[in-house]
Each structure stands twice: as C-alpha cells, then as structure tokens.
C-alpha cells in the first residue's frame, strides 16, 4: 500500500492554469502505474491521465488532450498533473491513485484498476 496526498487545486479563471501534485508515501511508486481521476458533483469519477512506471508512457483523456499533462519525478515520489487553458468543465475534484504492477508499460484507465487513492483536491474555475 502507498498514501497520496494532493495539493495545489485552488480557485481559477477560465483560462487558467494549475499544478496538482501528488505525493506519495509509505514506499517508493517506482514500481506503481499512475493516475488522475475527477469527480463533478453529481457525477461519477472519470479518468483524466495516466502515466506507466517505465518508459515513463502517458495517455489522457480526450476532453483534456492539449491542455493536461501528466508526469512523475520517482526520486520525489511525486505525480503531476499540468492543467493548462482550464475550463469551467473542468470543476471538480481531483484524485490521484496508484496501483503496483508488473508491467512498466501499462497505463490504467479503469477506476477499478486501481487500489490506492488519495483525499482529493478540488479545482473550482470560474467563467
């Protein structure tokens, strides 16, 4: 099992830009695939980007590509999350999640897939 800890969301205009970070502890996530999910209210938790151990490799979501990236530090034991021309749609609350794996390559997509979760930070983005 992992901890993570996110921080930076905040209140933004449209327009915008944030950093999440995810800080993880309890043991290294050299070995864990990486991900951000969000959570609207009233909806249900959806992915936004992924990121594989090896390699590193990355995937996100379509309603976020060109404006999100996703990248780790393992040496800080740290996920990011770079959120650029924020949108009002993009209000949410935003998860990190871990899971250990064996392969390097593979990035998550599925909620299900994963089994370590942090507390959630919200980004609010006014118009």
């Known amino acids: 099992q992992v901890q993570l800890v996110e921080s930076g969301g905040g209140l933004v205009q449209a327009a915008d830009s944030l950093r999440l970070s995810c800080v993880a502890s309890?043991?290294?996530?050299?070995?864990?695939?990486m991900g951000w999910f969000r959570q609207a209210p009233g909806k249900e938790r959806e992915f936004v980007a992924g990121?594989?151990?090896?390699?590193?490799?990355?995937y996100v979501a379509n309603s976020v590509k060109g404006r999100f990236t996703i990248s780790r530090d393992d040496a800080q034991n740290t996920v990011y999350l770079q959120m650029n021309t924020l949108q009002p749609e993009d209000t949410a609350v935003y998860f990190c999640a871990a899971r250990y794996t064996n392969d390097g390559s593979y990035i998550h997509t599925m909620r299900s897939s994963y089994n370590n979760w942090g507390q959630g930070t919200q980004v609010t983005v006014s118009s």
């Open positions: 990121i594989s151990w090896s390699g590193p490799r990355t």
């Open positions: 309890g043991r290294t996530i050299s070995r864990f695939a």
